[in-house]
């Protein structure tokens, strides 16, 4: 019995209108969160993706990746391969600025199924008569989809496989590599299969993924104690921090600072007359987030500063910290963007039981949230119509996650080469949330990472796992906010070695001068990681020619970050084992290998520690066998290494650091010793 | 200056409608590629979720997971609770068959929020009498939102708070818990995040996830072995099959077989008259898929067949193996449910230079698609009508995925009981995506999966991790088409080996019997996994009574089965070291950790082997120190057992595996000595 005659027909639902797409595409990467989040890369860095493409049963697949620039109408494709396992890669370079989207295609293709079977049956000497036809068949259709001069000379292909050749010549024609390229060029995609979701990449300036940092108070940029600091001032420091080989100057906000409940020094409740008051505490009445404060200069000053540093190769970076002091012009005419209670008064900053007076945060449920939002974006629209391309965000995550997704996808929109830092130290899942919103680079544990454990496993977590997709560390061994207690204790050395962690494990780094070059290390009490008179409510001087700066080993280090694009991303991080639980070793290698650092550090700031390091050859590109040299970037000693195990030796007097390039094979061992 | 005043207004695009959702509900588990398909569960086995669930700053979050069984118009709520790390779990239990949805929802939850800062500041001895007032103010909200009678109360307990008792005796009022229960029942949703996408998980009978098959050829059901046997032979069948334990009876195709290009004995090219053909060259003149072969009876055997078999608690499985042989009804009906060639010959079955002529595929290309997958649709809906529950799919992976995806959503909606078995034996991702487009069970690699390691990281990989959500294993020793090498060799040893490997680590578990009972062993040729003289090929008559018949261990571990809910599911696998390659060991606990089985079993089949067996207390949830009854249940000893190392002596000549029952603390260590 047959269906039709014998079953009673059931209405079938719900039949798809795409029944005959064969191909499957799938876990697509990479991608954050089911590609609800961009992936990132900045200008010429490649993006390698995966997927898993199949098809019921055997036949062939063709297999596509997809891309767009911004604002492009129409897609580029590149060709995937075929890995193993189903597993299929491609890649493409982003050349533009912005939002590129990305996809990977794939359909069953029937020539090539024809073709691949077609081979085993000539290769076992079956009657191949009828398959010439089959596959005359679809070179027939393929010239229908083609035009001329394609469609002309695919017709004369299948008029050869069906002629009265011998069947060898024409199965030795089937075989030929021009027909499957010329087939290629015309395939049948009616059933093609397109990977979802769509996916995206944020692509921005190189210094999103190759930064270096330095921060300073530009009220103490005078040389004269008794006068305050100004952007002038900063013009001519400009000078010295480009010698330092830093490319970043990054400014606490420099905009008026509020009146009412002013902080005195060292964080006391009540300024005295006199006292500078805290940059953050933002707004008064000469203005709010888009004035400068008079004691610091003019606009013009402002813009000054920021050609200035342009011929410096520096960027200036400002601070955006939304929020407001008493005294800010907001606070009277958007009242509503203010939490009220009941007594009449603003809701000022508390962590209960602790209370900020001096600040009055934003109330982003307010009923007027989104004019609050607009204002917002006009304060950055502001000091990006005055030159700046950088911001430093201050505390994002007490700020609404959908603000900042709006508020960054708005100005990349139309300046895509303007970097945000996300400045979170809050819990991990709000700080990754942060940089899949759009930030360029984060803050990061690294300031109180300090155990080998501790460093090897969060350096891990930043650069070989998915994490490395969308978020950047930029590390800091010290802030405004944070001298830790191994800056504290350790000396001279620490501050060393923790200098050349941060300029050497992460591609972006930043120290906060001049306290950092010079050592400043003493706490406000016992237990504080802030800083004893610490610039935040003082203005201070510095000595920036004391013998003991490290201003000779950072500008060194700098450079060589400069020269050894290893250095310039996170992508090629190793950790090598060392027999010393207080030595750390680790290499970064360029992504075409032409260049490789090891650095091996003593994290012990009083002895002297002789370590083996165990260097995974593979993962160098070494040979087990062979001799390479070992240079001392900062000593331009060259030691000739054999094999995996080799001694360092760090002295925290001298330097508990070292920072080697690789260069294997460069030199042959005869020659080498020689040389030595 | 200000933004309003100074900057020029430009229209700010897309602002989003719901800028003040602020909580983030990410990185939901359970769920199969991104939500794009459902997880599976059984009736009454609880769908624990998790996600990542928090906001912007430091406010108190609520987080509910929301669910609705198939069909239900309303949501139903069940509390989340936070786990730490930002992550939340909660959970809810299907009771219902069919397609249920879930989903994770989250708030920021302004009273607790407020509670919790009130509760430090009195803490702190802060005057907290404006506090009392906005708390009251948040309290009026709420009883704005409620019905009498709790809007009532809600309104007295404002007024209490803000009115004039001492402000000590209404803080004792604001941190009680009568409030914040009432607060949580008319909670501020309004900005209340929901998870996405929307998950769902289907929920099927028991018997997807705890089932025992057993396969025979319907045809070598005859006593008499000149006679061709029948499904009233298959009917007397019935109590042996139910002494053995097993709960489904599958039957390879019982449809009419096709008499052009017929295989003969040992798929020699062509048969003899009277040879009987393959099962799977489906149709002849008599009918095709929803046709009985008529020599093993009428649709009304069959459905005796279906009704006895329920009565002894088993499940008849029909095979749909949707292809047809030269003789089906479709080939003249629906020719172009075929691939044509150009010589007007119709496309056989090929892996070039294989040819299976006595089989047509069907061209799921074909133009008329949609027409073939309705009439194959039909095909199920006849057996459904006939009293089948469960269908074991052939070669499911030679058909689009589409295909499937619908057919068992079709068949899921009106008929939620039933199950579907994937026979698809080929690449481990082909055999995912079918599982995760609906089948119920999936024919596994265990078959092939010999030594100690494949096994462990086999187990390991289907039952720890996410392939656990939406791939069941249903792992069979042999099939008519495998006689694995270890079974040709290894005599009993090996076949009660396997049987006890199959039987205890997983769920669901097939024979193909009475070949595996009787220890068939001989293949076709040297080097073949095919059986001599397949049945496949050959009608058969087997001696059920061979003293040699391992039924009487099957009939017991089956018994062990159904006596243990530890066994009945693959969530509690836990594997546990040894120091024999050959030994393996492993133990299962029941979700209520009631229930613990530990099966140690030997690979080898000639010598005895002594293994020290090290368990992981921890996993098992019995103390270090403690002693323990190991219950032998093939054997019926009872060992007490101490501390984790124990060892094991496993004969192949008695038996060379063991399954305890491990009861911890159950009887005290003086008792059991005496006992001893």
Same mark, same amino acid.
Do not use: C
């Given at each position: 019995?047959?269906?039709?005659?014998?079953?009673?027909?059931?209405?079938? %639902?719900?039949?798809?209108?795409?029944?005959?797409?064969?191909?499957?595409?799938?876990?697509?990467?990479? &991608?954050?969160?089911?590609?609800?989040?961009?992936?990132?890369?900045?200008?010429?860095?490649?993006?390698?993706?995966?997927?898993?493409?199949?098809?019921?049963?055997?036949?062939?697949? *063709?297999?596509?990746?997809?891309?767009?620039?911004?604002?492009?109408?129409?897609?580029?494709?590149?060709?995937?391969?075929?890995?193993? /396992?189903?597993?299929?890669?491609?890649?493409?370079?982003?050349?533009?600025?912005? %939002?590129?989207?990305?996809?990977?295609?794939?359909?069953?293709?029937?020539?090539?199924?024809?073709?691949?079977?077609?081979?085993?049956?000539?290769?076992?000497?079956?009657?191949?008569?009828?398959?010439?036809?089959?596959?005359?068949?679809?070179?027939?259709?393929?010239? *229908?989809?083609?035009?001329?001069?394609?469609?002309?000379?695919?017709?004369?292909?299948?008029?050869?496989?069906?002629?009265?050749?011998?069947?060898?010549?024409?199965?030795?024609?089937?075989?030929?590599?021009?027909?499957?390229?010329?087939?290629?060029?015309?395939?049948? %995609?009616?059933?093609?299969?397109? +990977?979802?979701? @769509?996916?995206?990449?944020?692509?921005?300036?190189?210094?999103?993924?190759?930064?270096?940092?330095?921060?300073? #108070?530009?009220?103490?940029?005078?040389?004269?104690?008794?006068? !305050?600091?100004?952007?002038?001032?900063?013009?001519?420091?400009?000078?010295?921090?480009?010698?330092?080989?830093?490319?970043?100057?990054? $400014?606490?906000?420099? !905009?008026?600072?509020?009146?009412?409940?002013?902080?005195?020094?060292?964080?006391?409740?009540?300024?005295?007359?006199?006292?500078?008051?805290?940059?953050?505490?933002?707004?008064?009445?000469?203005?709010?987030?888009?004035?400068?404060?008079?004691?610091?200069?003019?606009?013009?000053?402002?813009?000054?500063?920021?050609?200035?540093?342009?011929?410096?190769?520096?960027?200036?970076?400002?601070?955006?910290?939304?929020?407001?002091?008493?005294?800010?012009?907001?606070?009277?005419? !958007?009242?509503?963007? #203010?939490?009220?209670?009941?007594?009449?008064?603003?809701?000022?900053?508390? /962590?209960?039981?602790?209370?900020?007076?001096?600040?009055?945060?934003?109330?982003?449920?307010?009923?007027?949230?989104?004019?609050?939002?607009?204002?917002?974006?006009?304060?950055?629209?502001?000091?990006?119509?005055?030159?700046? %391309?950088?911001?430093?965000?201050?505390?994002?995550?007490?700020?609404?996650?959908?603000?900042?997704?709006?508020?960054?996808?708005?100005?990349?929109?139309?300046?895509?080469?303007?970097?945000?830092?996300?400045?979170?130290?809050?819990?991990?899942?709000?700080?990754?949330?942060?940089?899949?919103?759009?930030?360029? &680079?984060?803050?990061?544990?690294?300031?109180?990472?300090?155990?080998?454990?501790?460093?090897?496993?969060?350096?891990?977590?930043?650069?070989?796992?998915?994490?490395?997709?969308?978020?950047?560390?930029?590390?800091?061994?010290?802030?405004?906010?944070?001298?830790?207690?191994?800056?504290?204790?350790?000396?001279?050395?620490?501050?060393?070695?923790?200098?050349?962690?941060?300029?050497?494990?992460? *591609?972006?780094?930043?120290?906060?001068?001049?306290?950092?070059?010079?050592?400043?290390?003493?706490?406000?009490?016992?237990?504080?990681?802030?800083?004893?008179?610490?610039?935040?409510?003082?203005?201070?001087?510095?000595?920036?020619?004391?013998?003991?700066?490290?201003?000779?080993?950072?500008?060194? $280090? /700098?450079?060589?970050?400069?020269?050894?694009?290893?250095?310039?991303?996170?992508?090629?991080?190793?950790?090598?084992?060392?027999?010393?639980? &207080?030595? $750390?070793?680790?290499?970064?290698?360029?992504?075409?290998?032409?260049?490789?650092?090891?650095?091996?550090?003593?994290?012990?700031?009083? /002895?002297?520690?002789?370590?083996?390091?165990?260097?995974?050859? @593979?993962?160098?590109?070494?040979?087990?066998?062979?001799?390479?040299?070992?240079?001392?970037?900062?000593?331009?000693?060259?030691?000739?290494? !054999?094999?995996?195990?080799?001694?360092?030796? $760090?002295?925290?007097?001298?330097?508990?650091?070292?920072?080697?390039?690789?260069?294997? +094979?460069?030199?042959?061992?005869?020659?080498?010793?020689?040389?030595?």
């Amino acid at each position: 019995m047959t269906v039709s005659s014998e079953s009673p027909r059931v209405v079938v %639902r719900s039949i798809p209108d795409d029944g005959r797409v064969r191909a499957v595409v799938a876990a697509i990467t990479p &991608q954050v969160d089911g590609g609800r989040f961009p992936i990132k890369r900045t200008v010429g860095e490649p993006v390698v993706v995966e997927a898993d493409v199949f098809a019921d049963g055997h036949d062939a697949l *063709a297999v596509v990746l997809a891309h767009r620039p911004p604002g492009a109408p129409d897609w580029s494709e590149r060709p995937m391969h075929p890995l193993g /396992n189903d597993r299929w890669r491609g890649e493409f370079v982003p050349v533009e600025l912005g %939002r590129h989207e990305y996809a990977v295609v794939a359909w069953v293709d029937r020539f090539m199924t024809w073709r691949q079977d077609f081979e085993k049956r000539v290769a076992a000497g079956q009657d191949v008569s009828v398959d010439l036809r089959v596959g005359a068949g679809l070179i027939v259709e393929a010239a *229908a989809r083609a035009s001329d001069p394609d469609a002309g000379e695919l017709r004369r292909f299948a008029t050869r496989l069906e002629g009265s050749a011998a069947a060898s010549d024409r199965a030795e024609l089937a075989l030929g590599t021009d027909l499957p390229e010329l087939m290629a060029t015309h395939p049948d %995609r009616r059933f093609a299969s397109r +990977g979802e979701p @769509e996916l995206a990449v944020i692509v921005e300036p190189e210094r999103a993924r190759f930064s270096t940092w330095y921060e300073l #108070f530009p009220r103490s940029a005078s040389p004269d104690p008794a006068r !305050h600091g100004t952007l002038r001032d900063v013009i001519d420091r400009l000078g010295y921090v480009g010698r330092l080989g830093f490319d970043v100057l990054y $400014l606490p906000p420099i !905009h008026p600072i509020g009146r009412t409940f002013r902080k005195g020094p060292n964080n006391i409740e009540l300024a005295a007359p006199g006292d500078p008051g805290v940059p953050w505490a933002i707004g008064g009445t000469e203005g709010g987030h888009t004035a400068i404060h008079q004691e610091l200069g003019t606009i013009d000053d402002f813009r000054e500063l920021v050609a200035a540093a342009d011929r410096h190769g520096i960027q200036v970076a400002l601070d955006l910290a939304f929020q407001a002091s008493p005294d800010h012009p907001f606070v009277e005419e !958007h009242r509503d963007w #203010f939490r009220s209670r009941p007594d009449g008064t603003i809701q000022y900053a508390e /962590n209960p039981p602790k209370k900020y007076q001096d600040i009055y945060p934003f109330d982003f449920e307010s009923d007027d949230w989104a004019g609050l939002w607009a204002a917002l974006l006009e304060v950055v629209r502001f000091w990006i119509g005055n030159g700046v %391309r950088i911001f430093r965000v201050d505390n994002p995550h007490t700020k609404p996650f959908r603000f900042w997704d709006w508020l960054i996808a708005e100005v990349r929109r139309d300046d895509p080469d303007v970097l945000f830092l996300a400045e979170a130290f809050t819990r991990p899942k709000v700080m990754y949330r942060l940089a899949k919103g759009g930030f360029s &680079q984060s803050y990061t544990y690294f300031t109180w990472r300090t155990t080998k454990d501790e460093l090897m496993s969060y350096f891990t977590e930043l650069t070989r796992t998915d994490v490395r997709e969308f978020f950047r560390p930029n590390v800091w061994p010290n802030t405004p906010d944070i001298l830790h207690e191994v800056l504290q204790h350790g000396g001279r050395p620490a501050f060393q070695s923790r200098f050349i962690l941060a300029a050497t494990l992460a *591609a972006s780094y930043g120290i906060y001068g001049p306290a950092f070059e010079l050592g400043e290390h003493v706490p406000r009490e016992p237990g504080s990681e802030e800083y004893l008179d610490s610039e935040k409510y003082h203005q201070r001087t510095w000595d920036l020619d004391h013998p003991d700066s490290l201003a000779p080993l950072i500008g060194r $280090l /700098n450079r060589i970050r400069r020269e050894h694009p290893a250095l310039q991303s996170n992508d090629g991080l190793t950790f090598h084992a060392t027999d010393d639980d &207080q030595v $750390l070793a680790y290499s970064k290698t360029s992504r075409d290998r032409s260049d490789t650092i090891l650095a091996v550090v003593s994290l012990d700031p009083v /002895n002297v520690r002789t370590a083996t390091v165990e260097l995974d050859l @593979e993962a160098l590109g070494i040979e087990p066998g062979g001799a390479f040299e070992a240079v001392d970037l900062l000593g331009d000693k060259v030691n000739l290494w !054999h094999g995996a195990r080799n001694r360092i030796r $760090l002295d925290p007097s001298a330097l508990p650091g070292t920072v080697l390039q690789l260069r294997p +094979g460069r030199r042959s061992e005869r020659e080498f010793e020689y040389y030595l």
